[in-house]
């Protein structure tokens, strides 16, 4: 990765959305993974100790692995961690893997969630458990790592072995654990190439599935036999569960939500299911936050084109007309187009979006911060709202968001000049 030139567009006119230069080098850390030979962060978080936990995708020289690292405040390696500052490993011997996200949880134990690729066409939701020094917790599923694996092969979903990385495929996964412990998690099954829907998965606290959720640990998200496609999954404070995505072909985005029980909430919009088209163009939701006041913000893109895109419904799935009169809103940045793959609340109501613009060598980090109204914050960048980060000479993709206690952000992704490399940014709020 080249860390010759780092550029932002629009130079901003303040401080705000600016990389922080203190950071590690100018701003930008490399994550290190010993003896891979390329590296893709999908999660970044902090622990309680201000520290930053990186889940990836790891190649080595026999295949693809999960990876874990953490960093220190500052954005160097924790090499009290792990193996010289990260983890390296499979989730059943002899498989590829890869991580997705990571968890903290209350005790200070790290749930990990990814990809196990049963072959090359196949793959199953799969996860693994450490403690705060990075060693397996051996009472969680086998040794530490869990295969999710259900009845008749629902959690089965397909590798994506075409799309290029940073446009959304066939690979998803995302994560939320209740407060008594339980672990909800999304999967996609392909019935066939054209038939596949979404899966909501609880586990009990030892990887196990739950059997008192919808009587058998899981529930099938499909309307009216659609094709649906799950990307993110949100944990109401009441303990309802929204999963987003996308539905039907050409796709639609899609919310819906279920109660604590794996029930269908059909007081939520119409039914249980909310979908919508951005300005007559196909859509898909990567993340959802939720307000303090029930409203739920959902972020992703549009397609043909594909812009960023944004979208404020009520709690009660309904949408919320004094935000764009109700409508989604794109926010075009680049001709090869862009999109919104992680968002992040912030207490005073604010959200903080990453995502990057797509094609060739116009491939950047993107940044943005909307109002609690729903409308992009002047205030950030260069009183657009959001920022364009070029960090080298390298193609670069933002995946993952989130905020330290001073309020810097922290922003996970990868570049691609040569290989793949891991990396996290920070910047000045």
């Known amino acids: 990765m080249s860390t010759q030139s780092v550029l932002a567009f629009p130079l901003p006119a303040h401080s705000s959305g600016q990389l922080d230069t203190r950071f590690a080098s100018h701003g930008q850390a490399q994550v290190y993974f010993a003896d891979s030979l390329s590296s893709m962060t999908n999660g970044v978080t902090i622990d309680s100790s201000g520290r930053l936990l990186v889940a990836a995708k790891v190649g080595m020289a026999d295949g693809s692995r999960f990876g874990l690292a953490r960093l220190l405040e500052d954005g160097s390696a924790d090499l009290g961690f792990g193996e010289q500052g990260s983890i390296i490993g499979q989730f059943e011997p002899g498989f590829d893997a890869m991580a997705g996200k990571v968890q903290v949880l209350p005790d200070g134990r790290l749930l990990v969630i990814g990809l196990h690729y049963e072959n090359a066409h196949r793959t199953l939701p799969a996860l693994a458990m450490f403690d705060a020094q990075g060693r397996p917790v051996q009472e969680f599923g086998d040794n530490g790592r869990c295969v999710v694996r259900l009845p008749g092969n629902l959690s089965h979903g397909v590798r994506d072995a075409w799309l290029p990385p940073g446009v959304p495929g066939a690979e998803a996964c995302d994560i939320n654990v209740q407060e008594d412990g339980r672990i909800l998690l999304v999967a996609n099954h392909h019935f066939e190439l054209a038939d596949h829907a979404g899966i909501l998965i609880r586990l009990d606290t030892d990887g196990s599935l739950d059997p008192t959720f919808n009587g058998r640990g899981f529930v099938i998200v499909r309307h009216l036999l659609m094709n649906t496609w799950l990307s993110t999954l949100k944990l109401q404070s009441d303990g309802r569960i929204l999963v987003g995505g996308s539905i039907n072909f050409p796709e ?178």
């Open 252 to 429: 639609e985005g899609l919310l819906a939500r279920y109660h604590s029980d794996g029930s269908l909430d059909e007081s939520f919009a119409v039914d249980g299911f909310m979908s919508f088209k951005a300005q007559g163009r196909s859509a898909q939701i990567s993340h959802i936050v939720q307000h303090q006041n029930g409203d739920i913000h959902c972020f992703g893109s549009s397609r043909d084109p594909m812009h960023c895109l944004a979208l404020k419904v009520h709690s009660n799935g309904r949408p919320d007309i004094h935000c764009n009169g109700g409508l989604p809103q794109l926010l075009e940045i680049a001709r090869g187009g862009s999109q919104w793959t992680a968002a992040h609340l912030q207490p005073d109501g604010h959200v903080l979006t990453a995502g990057a613009t797509i094609g060739g060598i116009e491939a950047d980090f993107l940044v943005g911060r909307y109002q609690p109204d729903g409308q992009l914050d002047s205030d950030f960048g260069d009183r657009t709202g959001w920022v364009r980060t070029r960090l080298g000479r390298s193609l670069d993709t933002a995946t993952s968001i989130t905020v330290q206690d001073d309020g810097k952000i922290v922003v996970g992704g990868y570049s691609l000049d040569g290989n793949y490399r891991a990396v996290v940014a920070r910047y000045l709020a």
